[in-house]
């Protein structure tokens, strides 16, 4: 058995915990690590080893390549001959010439010895990387933190989809066996052979189920629109917009079942939200009044009625003992014979009139806050679910009187004649626009002809017809 605890305060703990292990990694990284603060570490010249003074064992080689063998020894006495007429001669210096107030450092010094070293090629040195760029856990702290919120997503998902799926199949077996003996199908899909009927998953937080075969009423919808757990944004935004999970209530009316007015009972947030967004309520009961000292209902309730009458018989004591014990659970009761849906946009204003239907719509919430358990939030509703099936009956008996009756019809036709003058600039456009596409067919069509005829006499009755429309237009006045 379920904690009622919510399961979101763990989701919390788990992501708080998640985050502090990878910043004690990242920390631990950086502690074991002798980091020099120094900008330009990077740039220090490290020092290179000396030079062992001498020559390599590859100059040597090199001495030796260039020595030409020595030729056989002759005669002790032809050497020593040679050697008392042998003249020593000094090359020139290539460097006389040289000034040695221009160069530092030189030495005309004819015997020195040449430095070895002169010959050695450069010798290639490794850049040690510095400390601070080599790889630790400082540089993918990014990668952590990302790391991190992909699998905090992926749990939340996972863990949100099944709480609202527990949700739904909560409420559908609580209500399964009222639907059973109020319709004759439930969980009706539109498809012939329905194998499993039963709830919809519209989404992973909209379910929807459909019921039809009851007398009153062409079908009813039952919406549950419950929170988007298994989304971490819509959760954290929802600390802040706080919503609730909801179940809609959709009654389709036959038109012999219900008479012609427009009510609704709301909240004050959510009337001021249904005068802003719905078409019928917004044209034909704008007005909110409150409900207390009339119905005795909270003081957070307005009732918007087109027709006293209907308001009066209809919200009676069952109704209002019924939101008066459950009332955070109501959100509005709205009846109306031309529901539209929302209000359409100047730019997308229609030409003709809305197509409109005879419907009932609730909005009930489903409680789950204040640590109460799923199955307890589901039967407070219960009572909720039941009034539907009360109004349907009483809609369908009730009719208006004769002179309420004339008065909603007077008001339908007001708003249709404010409807067709509004969209009269639209409808004559439209029908210029007509009337000009079909001349030029016309037009073509003559042209593709090969008689002059009947080209000279098309002219003449377009500039006939030209002529009388730039033509004054003359009123008669009898005397």
Request: net charge negative; aromatic share 8%; proline share 4%.
């Amino acid at each position: 058995m379920s904690s009622p605890v919510d399961r979101s305060h763990w989701l919390t703990i788990f992501a708080l915990t998640l985050l502090f292990v990878s910043y004690n990694i990242a920390n631990a990284g950086i502690n074991h690590l002798d980091i020099e603060d120094n900008e330009f570490a990077e740039f220090e010249d490290f020092d290179v080893e000396d030079v062992v003074g001498g020559v390599s064992s590859e100059q040597k080689n090199v001495v030796h390549d260039n020595e030409e063998p020595s030729p056989p020894e002759p005669d002790k006495q032809t050497e020593s001959t040679d050697e008392d007429e042998a003249t020593v001669e000094t090359e020139d210096n290539e460097f006389e010439h040289v000034d040695e107030d221009e160069y530092e450092g030189y030495e005309k010094d004819s015997t020195s010895k040449p430095d070895l070293k002169l010959n050695e090629g450069p010798k290639i040195t490794f850049a040690q990387l510095p400390a601070h760029l080599r790889s630790n856990w400082e540089s993918y702290y990014l990668e952590l933190m990302i790391l991190s919120g992909l699998v905090l997503y992926f749990f939340n998902f996972f863990l949100g989809r099944s709480k609202n799926q527990r949700i739904a199949e909560t409420w559908y077996s609580a209500f399964k066996g009222p639907l059973l003996e109020k319709f004759a199908l439930v969980g009706d899909d539109g498809k012939l052979e329905n194998s499993q009927p039963g709830l919809m998953k519209e989404s992973e937080n909209v379910y929807l189920l459909w019921c039809s075969g009851r007398t009153g009423c062409e079908a009813v919808l039952f919406e549950l629109r419950l929170l988007k757990r298994q989304d971490l944004v819509a959760m954290v935004m929802n600390l802040f917009r706080p919503q609730q999970d909801q179940v809609h209530v959709k009654v389709f009316m036959n038109d012999s079942d219900m008479d012609t007015f427009v009510m609704c009972l709301a909240t004050k947030k959510t009337a001021n939200r249904l005068v802003r967004e719905m078409a019928d309520i917004s044209v034909f009961c704008p007005e909110k009044k409150s409900a207390v000292d009339k119905f005795g209902l909270p003081s957070n309730f307005v009732l918007m009625s087109e027709i006293g009458e209907a308001s009066s018989t209809l919200v009676d004591a069952r109704v209002c003992s019924l939101i008066n014990n459950i009332p955070e659970a109501i959100e509005s009761i709205h009846f109306s014979d031309q529901y539209s849906g929302p209000k359409q946009t100047e730019d997308t204003a229609p030409s003709k009139m809305p197509e409109v239907k005879k419907m009932l719509i609730f909005n009930f919430n489903l409680p789950l806050k204040n640590g109460k358990s799923i199955v307890e939030a589901v039967e407070m509703i219960r009572p909720a679910i039941m009034l539907t099936f009360y109004c349907i009956d009483r809609v369908k008996r009730f009719r208006l009187s004769k002179e309420f009756k004339m008065k909603a019809e007077k008001n339908r036709q007001k708003v249709e004649e404010a409807f067709l003058k509004s969209t009269h600039a639209a409808r004559a456009e439209a029908a210029a626009a007509r009337r000009e596409e079909k001349r030029r067919l016309e037009k073509e069509k003559i042209l593709q002809d090969d008689d002059p005829e009947k080209q000279r006499k098309w002219e003449e009755k377009e500039n006939k017809r030209l002529a009388k429309k730039r033509m004054p237009k003359m009123k008669a006045i009898k005397v």
